[in-house]
């Protein structure tokens, strides 16, 4: 065995056991986690465990839905805010560019896929390709980690990363016949990295954002030291496994089971004759279900079924799951969806703090990678005496909603109230663009759909009424089109008594229109 390589023996052949004593041996008594016989089992490299997680992904639902959890609840809403510069013009300038870029990269589909990769496999490596002529992003894909090494001296800090391609790739670069799929194929790789596969080259790839094309590399939980992030899943692989023997063995007994068995006995002693006569009746019953079966002594039929054979395995299906929620960084309760707030407040808390350290990745990622450079090319940079700053807007999530926040919103809200806080904060906490609904406003003003418009017309009614009610004209008006009454209408001679009538009429209504 590889592993006892190196491994000092002399304490065991000191032992009795190893001079020939046979009553006691210090190897019967070995033991170590890391050799455990269940571990062998696991897989030894990188891309077998890769497989092994993308697995159980796809096929289990506690693992499923435990990693789109961790990948879609980070990710809510993002905006774009403001350089820091005190020119208005120009920070709204570069705003609505970068905005330009963001949409042209995708960039929330972008930070998903970022999300799902960095939760499943631990790795994340963006290749950002750039358009050197017109300073832009051209696209933005992210790499499958089986293709892509990752090496660093011991006195240095950097990584290096090498494209490793698959021998799917090399066979179709060097083939001499290509078909037009594969062309097409082709055509999207660029000519140096196909030059260098055909040469048998290894493939450096670069990782200054400054330079041109690059690659970027995001892990999860690495030390200084490490070259690779540690996926959230290979602690919860062991678990997984022994979850999956379990299930495995529960499949088998039900597979022989499938059918029922039946014992059928008798008290009585039987001759072969009667033996083989209720054999032939049970198989005409069994092909039958109305054949009566006739014999002179008593008979038991039992039937076994596979209910008395499954494994009773509730509280271990049990334990195994909170080991694996867990494992996860998750409360099981969280992922069925039936847990009670008071008894997840603490698990929120803390899960509000790793998703906030995530973003905070993601911020610096795409501010400093992706932003950054471009804004320096377009020459988006205030200098003074002794510095220059690479003015670049920042990216903003929506507040996390993972748990009931009504007291943190009222507390809020009076500070808004006071004019302690502004209403870009107020609205970001209910995930409304600030931005965006600040042009709904402006759009709305002055208009029915003003909220206070109302208000305005019945203010210019009451401020109104008064001067047009001692208007005649507004008085003859009221009278022909509210109640009919014109001075044609009156007899001859009483023209007078109308048009008192018409008075009264108009002053009765002047004094409800005051009131109201």
């Not at 592993?3 to 041996?25: K, N, V, W």
């Not at 690659?215 to 490490?226: C, T």
């Not at 063995?249 to 009585?268: D, G």
């Amino acid at each position: 065995n590889n592993f006892l390589e190196g491994m000092d023996f002399r304490g065991f052949i000191d032992s009795p056991g190893i001079q020939g004593d046979t009553t006691s041996s210090r190897f019967d008594n070995f033991f170590h986690p890391t050799y455990s016989p269940d571990l062998f089992s696991l897989p030894y490299t990188l891309v077998d465990e890769r497989d092994l997680m993308l697995h159980f992904y796809e096929r289990d639902p506690y693992v499923g839905h435990a990693i789109d959890m961790l990948t879609e609840l980070p990710i809510s809403r993002v905006h774009h805010t403001l350089p820091l510069t005190e020119n208005a013009d120009k920070a709204h300038e570069i705003l609505r560019y970068m905005k330009v870029v963001s949409d042209k990269i995708h960039l929330f589909e972008l930070l998903l896929d970022i999300a799902h990769d960095y939760w499943l496999y631990g790795n994340v490596f963006v290749y950002v390709e750039k358009n050197l002529a017109k300073d832009d992003i051209e696209r933005v894909i992210i790499l499958d980690p089986n293709i892509v090494q990752v090496e660093r001296s011991y006195m240095s800090t950097d990584n290096v990363l090498f494209l490793v391609p698959d021998e799917n790739l090399r066979h179709m670069i060097k083939s001499s016949f290509i078909d037009n799929d594969i062309r097409k194929l082709l055509n999207t790789i660029p000519d140096e990295i196909k030059k260098a596969i055909y040469d048998n080259k290894k493939i450096e790839l670069n990782t200054d954002p400054y330079e041109g094309t690059f690659v970027h590399h995001i892990a999860r939980r690495k030390s200084q030291y490490d070259v690779l992030g540690t996926p959230i899943l290979r602690r919860c692989l062991n678990d997984l496994m022994y979850r999956e023997r379990i299930r495995q063995a529960q499949v088998s007994i039900a597979m022989r089971n499938l059918a029922p068995k039946h014992v059928i006995s008798s008290e009585a002693p039987l001759e072969d004759a009667e033996m083989d006569n209720l054999r032939d009746q049970v198989d005409a019953s069994m092909e039958s279900p109305d054949f009566v079966i006739l014999t002179t002594f008593p008979i038991n039929w039992q039937q076994i079924g596979a209910e008395t054979r499954i494994l009773q395995l509730s509280s271990e299906w049990e334990e195994l799951n909170s080991r694996i929620a867990a494992g996860m960084g998750l409360r099981k309760e969280m992922i069925f969806g039936d847990g009670v707030f008071g008894d997840t407040k603490l698990g929120l808390d803390i899960l509000d703090k790793r998703f906030s350290l995530f973003r905070e990745k993601l911020k610096i990622f795409v501010e400093e990678k992706l932003w950054a450079p471009i804004c320096y090319q377009k020459g988006y940079v205030e200098k003074d005496k002794n510095t220059s700053m690479i003015l670049t807007p920042g990216l903003a999530f929506t507040r996390l909603s993972l748990r009931d926040n009504e007291a943190v919103f009222q507390n809020l809200f009076q500070l808004y109230q006071k004019g302690s806080l502004s209403v870009r904060t107020v609205l970001d906490l209910f995930n409304i663009d600030p931005d965006q609904e600040m042009d709904y406003l402006r759009d709305d003003l002055f208009t029915l759909n003003d909220s206070r418009f109302n208000d305005m017309l019945s203010s210019f009614y009451q401020e109104m009424g008064g001067k047009f009610a001692n208007d005649p004209r507004f008085q003859k008006l009221i009278a022909e089109r509210g109640f009919g009454i014109t001075n044609s209408d009156a007899p001859t001679g009483h023209t007078q008594a109308y048009s008192s009538k018409n008075k009264q009429i108009a002053s009765a209504l002047r004094e409800n229109v005051l009131t109201s």
